[in-house]
């Protein structure tokens, strides 16, 4: 692996803070693939993809704030996509990157949806990961039941165990592939003991959603969508319970008229951690 850890200055309504994120492949490319994870996941989710395309691009793959080495907010309810977009505006501006493709993951697809809809948007490439403007609530609720948990584990493997148990639905990995998936997000405490790479308070504006809240929310998502102009790639986990059948086909319907491409045995969300799902982000960006 061949890559930089750097950081990224970023402003808050209360101050400022840091995003970490790798950079891959050569800095002086002006290609550049901005890859974003989901809600508590971490820019290694992207190692492979970016092993993949480092030759092609430069890869940038941030901590979203408040998960892996970036720093946590200390007004919890700002953890919402408006203030994860201020960051990214910031870190393009900090790798030098006017135009980019990008890969979003579940969050990282909806920090991308309000990216693309900017007039003078710098995505010319879009790729949406088991992600849409119609979030199922239940699904949502379910996210929101263990997010907050503070789980702590004496010994890795239990901790392996649990976070392979409550991802069951990225589909079918080796052990080899979960035991990663798991230590990249996970770290030792002062005492030793396993916990999340994420802070916990990441759970409050989950759980303090509605009904009436997400309604208003998806409104807005989906007017956003209507303004995206750019090339549209959507991946759906074919078992996903947070992407519905109904809202792929109308994103294919509507505003940038996705490309749809399932993949099967795989719920929410595909991980592109295997070659045949890398080769659906390389075929789409590359061709």
Known sequence: MSFQRKTVQCLSPLG???????????????????????????????????QALMQEYRVICPDVVGRGQSDWLANPQLYQIPQYVSDMVTLLARVNAETVHWLGTSMGGLIGIGMAAMKNSPIAKLILNDVGPTL??????????????DMRFNQFDDAVNYIREISAS???????????????????????????????????????????????????LWLAYD???????LVRGSQSDLLSVDTAKQMQERGPHATLVEIEGVGHAPMFVHPQQIDIVKNFLLT
């Open 136 to 149: 199922d609530f239940d699904a949502l609720l379910r996210i929101g039941e263990y997010l907050g948990k």
């Open 227 to 233: 303004a995206i102009t750019c090339p549209t790639l």
């Open 16 to 50: 400022l803070h840091n995003m970490s994120y790798k950079e891959w492949g050569d800095p002086n490319n002006s290609k550049v693939l901005i890859c974003v994870h989901g809600i508590t996941r971490v820019s290694d989710d992207f190692d492979g993809v970016a």
């Open 170 to 220: 990225f589909g079918p990995h080796t052990d080899a592939q979960w035991h990663k998936m798991a230590g990249d997000v996970l770290k030792q405490n002062s005492q030793g003991e396993w916990v999340r790479h994420y802070d916990l308070s990441l759970a409050i504006p989950v759980r303090a959603a509605t009904k009436e809240t997400v309604e208003i929310g998806q409104k807005m």
